[in-house]
């Protein structure tokens, strides 16, 4: 008996002490172990022992217990809670796709109310989704709704912030309780906290949020936009300060830090410690005091010399100098200089723990930024010095990319969140990341085209795939219809000699029917009519009969032979990114007039190709249709003039390359449009009762009174006019043209592939 009682006794202080040895720290969390209610658990950094951490931080430096700007996560949690009370929302739960079906994405802005306040940067967003594709003027068409109240500032302190936004919103018959709403915000909550009170409540509306907290953001519902200031550009906006695949030079400093340090309240713990990583050498990091009214009141024995060291050096000459840039949370998780960090090319070194990163869903931070930690910021110059050259020119890239295709203006902020929530609703058409990731971006790469990247004329190089091997030929045809013009006939014959023509397509643009079929000439490939609408852009629509990669855009005055058709196309091959063909034209920059100008005079530069003899990739015809809003197509069509000036500035915005030129035999006529085959006037001139957009400037005085002279006025406003809309001017000149290789060298001509060229 003595015995068992041993054993028992021994095993129950064995189990004591197995149990305070791996349980110990986890027992004393509870009240009943100590005898007192378990303290509050500290906000990061718990300063266990201060005497170690003298190096590190000053006593002053030190986050108290008990400061009401430090929230613990419960505390947020429940503060965010009280105000999104749908904190479950998901597509399927919140978001009515019903709506969507008959219109496909369409997407209405609230009207304006009278005397209602609304901020420059707001009106900017508003214009944004105004001008895109997807814009309705009929809520009974659209899938998404934008309020016109001005929701971006919620900081009851500012001056920009609107009262009653909940008593407004209930009285709006399309509110729904939110369903189907998009609510735009740059700033939430206000000293001391910053929480993310909104002050209404939200509902079931996805909430595109800057500085989103990873606590309170609805993954796969609300979407993390970017801080940016009330300058940044409605359109176009400034290029990143590294050109495309060029090499940086080595930079003066590896890791730089410009900024306000927050004495007190939330924010200031990391900026307070920016000092510590500070050598004067490589790595500069700044910081002043001179933040608020009452800065003098908090200031420390550091400022004095802070606020000194911060004068000496200059901002943009550090972003310029610097490989990594130090982006700190502010008082808020987000803040400016990460986009000013992006289009610098200097690597974004982000210290904002729990900061959902802008567009995380689809952008690969991974790529462009380095995510640190605000508890490791002592680690942080190790760290990116371990980076590898090659990586760091690979990040440095890939801001230039991200800042270009997603952040330099507010348009492609805008659209970029609306096609994130596009993708949402067909997944199986959706964008995968690998196209949000990589050149030219998620924007311009529709998925309604295709999802297969062999089918994109942007990726052949990248994964191994390569574009047909034959080409169909897209002939716009204007003829009377009792006849067809011996041009045309001739052309159909050249182009029908190629080894690569896979079809021929007519396009017929005249109101009269086409010529039976007896009166087309015989050709070995198939030959298709097609009866168009009588306008220029009809010329660029996707059609189903054009199913080969490449497209030779022909007008049917056009004069090419089978040689010259045969070398532009295998040109065309190694650049199925790009316009290649024969006729030229040329931008130019006029300082007097304060207006871009057009010549198609011979020069040593080009930037245009004519579309009457060009190679394109078919892709081109579906961005032209359909990512372009339909206004720029009625530009167009308007003119009667400028549709293949459009289809190059659309090339150019999305390559950021020229377009190529090879060889011919005869230069290019540019003809003025025929005038009176069709009933109702010009080929392209709108009906009786229908304007253009927007009237033309009037042709200079010497030149008025003639057609070729309006048709140069009128293509030269068009060029104006899409560089507005642009917000810059796409166009890329080039001083290259591309010959055979033996082309008029001194060798017989039974060695030449193309001798034909050479013909006079």
Sequence with gaps: MQTRKKYIFLTFLASWLLLFLFGGDQLR?????????????????RWTDRSLLKSFADAEELPRDGDPSLLSPWERRAAWLSVYKSSRCRMETCFDFSRCEKHGFKVFTYPQERGQPVSETYSKILSSIERSRYHTANPEEACLFILSIDTLDRDHLSGQYVQNVDEKIRSFPLWNGGRNHLIFNLYSGTWPDYAGDLGFDIGQAILAKASFDTESFRPGFDISIPLFSKDHPQRGGDRGWLYQDSVPPKKKYLLVFKGKRYLTGIGSGTRNALHHIHNGKDIISLTTCKHGKDWEKHKDTRCDKDNIDYERFDYQELLHNSTFCIVPRGRRLGSFRFLEALQAACIP????????????????WGKAAVVGSERLLLQIPSAVRCIHPERVLA??????????????????IVHTTLEIIKDRLSPHRSRSRFLWNALPGGLLVLPDFSTHLGDFPFYYL??????????TAFIRAASQAGSL???????????????????????????KPPPPSGKWPQTTVPLTIIQGRRQLSDRFFPFEAIQTDAVLSLDEDTSLSTSEVDFAFLVWRS????????????????????????????????????????????????????????????LVDGLAACEDILMNVLVAAVTKLPPIKVTQRKQHKELVAQQADCRDGAVGTPPPGQRSPSAPHSAPAEAKGTAGSRRFSQRQDCLNQLADWFGYMPLVSSQLRLDPVLFKDQVSVLRKKYPSLEKP
């Design 29 to 45: 969390r509870f009240s009943f172990f100590s005898g007192k209610k378990a303290e509050a658990r500290r906000n990061w950094p």
């Design 349 to 364: 070194v982000l210290l904002s723990d729990g900061w959902e990163l802008p567009f995380a869903e689809a952008i690969d």
């Design 395 to 412: 990040f440095q890239q890939q801001t230039q990319f991200l800042w270009d295709a997603y952040f330099s203006s507010v348009d492609k």
């Design 462 to 471: 990248q994964h191994g795939y390569s574009p047909s091997k034959k080409f």
């Design 485 to 511: 013009s011996q041009p045309i006939l001739r052309l159909i014959q050249a182009v029908s000699g190629s080894q690569y023509c896979a079809q021929i397509v007519v396009l017929w643009s005249c109101e």
């Design 575 to 634: 650049f199925p990114e790009r316009i290649v063909g024969f006729p030229t034209q040329s931008h130019f920059w006029d300082p007097e007039q304060g207006r871009w100008g057009y010549t198609s005079r011979w020069t040593n530069e080009l930037s245009i190709v004519l579309t009457a003899a060009a190679f394109y990739h078919r892709y081109y015809h579906s961005l032209f249709t359909e990512y372009l809003p339909a206004r720029l197509r009625e």
